[in-house]
């Protein structure tokens, strides 16, 4: 990331060298975005490695990107036998946590703190900021197609079907918040809380209803495996669910 910010801030400054007096105010601005992120970036090697990974996406056995806190996003397009950061061409000036990631296609989004949602079409090569529908942390996206639900903070999610440009609200009836989603081969979705309950989606995903309690602590995060088992993780550590009286067939 230093890498990163020390090449953005040399270019930003040769390019507000040789700009239009018009055209200079947004340069110094964003040179300045740059440097901030620069002086962040070197602090960080100075602390050590204490900021956390928190999600990892990979397209194919060569490439993949990590995202992590206060900004942290890494690119591997060898298996991960060497690393580069992208982070400049990401707008985040205030370096908001990336709390997940997912993709379809060439769509990859990146979600966070402070409704923070980055969007690229070319499969992670380039970025561009999205508006959000709210203004709390994001914990989990799920991508499928151009549908895309948004999980966060006090129960509030959000679906779009147009790959971002317009969401609306999910009334998924709990106020916990939301950890992590996975979406059913029926175009369903599927979601923990941190509450001992997992959430299914409407067939329109437009509500969700709680499913049997699972556990006696929170849901951090869970799978669905092929035979139709779950395995949660959280508070209560690992466990596995056998037959729930679920047919679920994970994409």
Same mark, same amino acid.
């Given at each position: 990331?230093?890498?990163?910010?020390?090449?953005?801030?040399?270019?930003?400054?040769?390019?507000?060298?040789?700009?239009?007096?018009?055209?200079?105010?947004?340069?110094?601005?964003?040179?300045?975005?740059?440097?901030?992120?620069?002086?962040?970036?070197?602090s960080?090697?100075?602390?050590?490695?204490?900021?956390?990974?928190?999600?990892?996406?990979?397209?194919?056995?060569?490439?993949?990107?990590?995202? *992590?806190?206060? #900004?942290?996003?890494?690119?591997? +397009? =060898?298996g $991960?036998? &060497? !690393?580069?950061?992208?982070?400049? @061409?990401?707008?985040?000036?205030?370096?908001?946590?990336?709390?997940?990631?997912?993709?379809?296609?060439?769509?990859?989004?990146?979600?966070?703190?402070?409704?923070?949602?980055?969007?690229s079409?070319?499969?992670?090569?380039?970025?561009?900021?999205?508006?959000?529908?709210?203004?709390?942390?994001?914990f989990?996206?799920?991508?499928?197609?151009?549908?895309?639900?948004?999980? *966060?903070?006090? #129960?509030?999610?959000?679906?779009? +079907? =147009?790959? $971002?440009? &317009? !969401?609306?609200?999910?009334?998924? @009836?709990?106020?916990?918040?939301l950890?992590?989603?996975?979406?059913?081969?029926?175009?369903?979705?599927?979601?923990?809380?941190y509450?001992?309950?997992l959430?299914?989606?409407?067939?329109?995903?437009?509500?969700?209803?709680?499913?049997?309690?699972?556990?006696?602590?929170?849901?951090?995060?869970?799978?669905?495996?092929?035979?139709?088992?779950?395995?949660?993780?959280?508070?209560?550590?690992?466990?596995?669910?056998?037959?729930?009286?679920?047919?679920?067939?994970?994409?």
């Amino acid at each position: 990331m230093v890498d990163a910010f020390s090449t953005a801030v040399d270019e930003k400054a040769a390019e507000l060298e040789s700009a239009a007096e018009a055209d200079s105010g947004r340069l110094q601005e964003e040179l300045e975005n740059f440097e901030f992120m620069l002086d962040d970036s070197i602090s960080f090697v100075e602390e050590g490695p204490v900021r956390p990974f928190i999600d990892v996406w990979f397209r194919n056995a060569l490439e993949g990107i990590a995202v *992590g806190a206060f #900004g942290l996003i890494v690119r591997t +397009d =060898d298996g $991960g036998q &060497s !690393w580069y950061s992208p982070a400049a @061409s990401l707008s985040n000036a205030e370096a908001r946590h990336y709390n997940a990631i997912d993709a379809s296609g060439n769509t990859v989004f990146i979600v966070g703190e402070s409704g923070h949602i980055q969007r690229s079409v070319d499969g992670g090569h380039t970025w561009g900021t999205v508006e959000s529908p709210y203004e709390g942390s994001y914990f989990d996206v799920v991508i499928q197609g151009s549908r895309v639900l948004l999980l *966060g903070l006090r #129960g509030n999610a959000f679906i779009s +079907d =147009d790959n $971002g440009d &317009s !969401w609306s609200t999910v009334d998924t @009836s709990t106020t916990a918040n939301l950890s992590k989603g996975v979406v059913l081969d029926d175009g369903r979705f599927v979601v923990s809380q941190y509450a001992p309950q997992l959430l299914l989606s409407n067939e329109t995903s437009t509500g969700f209803s709680a499913l049997p309690r699972f556990v006696e602590g929170a849901i951090s995060s869970f799978l669905i495996a092929p035979q139709g088992s779950i395995i949660t993780v959280g508070t209560r550590g690992v466990m596995a669910h056998g037959d729930q009286n679920l047919s679920f067939e994970v994409r």
